[in-house]
């Protein structure tokens, strides 16, 4: 089956398997990124990311409701180290209407591109410092797919399709659990230094504890390089 097929078809499926959640929990997901380039070797992005709530639906009961959750604002330095590698340290403050996390993120990116296809591997881990002085740690491992849908690489004016999954692993006081992630998105590249992304976040928390926790977000992501 052709590559492109095979990752549309991906998409279609993971839509599908988000409208037949017995029980879920869906809104909406908007984000701005901002990127520049400081020097040939260091760069620095800016994210703001807001989340709501429109509705969710549990034992078969749907509650229809517009609820805003928080805000989050982010600013990561990146150092290449090598060929499509970056080694990147950064802060993050999510603001909720009655107080505010602060979190610490260090991650390792790999990038390959490939004839017909990009891919990259992000190995990071983060530290959330929560009310009570209760800590949050988290390992997370995220591959990205990238496939045109117009030629072999992704040109002005041109889509393409997107795929992220990602493994977490989450430690806090004395407990574990695991979550996933998986995040198809249709891209557009209007220019160079700008692209919109369209898609749906998927996931899946707490399926080691008390019983699963499906969550999905319509997500809207806007890059910019100033």
């Known amino acids: 089956m052709n590559t492109k097929i095979y990752f549309f078809c991906f998409f279609l499926l993971c839509c599908a398997n988000f409208f037949g959640q017995s029980s879920y929990r869906y809104g909406i997901l908007p984000a ?16 703001t990311e807001a989340r709501h709530i429109f509705q969710e639906k549990t034992d078969n009961v749907v509650n229809r409701r517009q609820e805003y959750i ?5 600013l990561i330095a990146a150092k290449k180290v090598g060929i499509g590698n970056k080694l990147s340290v950064g802060f993050l403050a999510r603001v909720r ?7 610490f993120i260090q991650q390792y990116t790999l990038v390959r ?7 990259a591997h992000r190995f990071a881990s983060d530290q959330t410092l929560e009310i009570k002085n209760r800590v949050e740690v988290r390992f997370r491992y995220r ?3 990238e496939i045109p849908l117009q030629g072999k690489s992704v040109d002005f004016k041109e889509f393409y399709l997107k795929v992220n999954h990602e493994i977490l692993n989450r430690f806090e006081n004395n407990s574990y659990d695991l979550g996933l992630r998986v995040i198809p998105l249709l891209g557009y590249k209007y220019t ?10 998927y996931r899946l928390n707490s399926f080691l504890k008390s019983g699963p926790n499906h969550t ?11």
């Not at 591109?113 to 891919?119: A, E, K, S």
């Not at 160079?192 to 976040?201: A, H, M, Q, R, T």
């Not at 977000?217 to 890059?223: D, L, M």
């Open 113 to 119: 591109n490939y004839d017909g296809y990009r891919m």
């Open 70 to 74: 928080h805000t989050d604002f982010s």
């Open 192 to 201: 160079d230094k700008s692209k919109l992304e369209f898609g749906l976040d």
């Open 32 to 47: 701005i990124n901002l990127n520049t380039d400081l020097s040939k070797k260091w760069s620095v992005n800016f994210k």
């Open 97 to 103: 209407p009655n107080d505010i996390h602060k979190r």
């Open 143 to 145: 591959t990205t797919f």
């Open 216 to 226: 999905s977000w319509v997500s809207i992501n806007w890059y910019l390089k100033i």
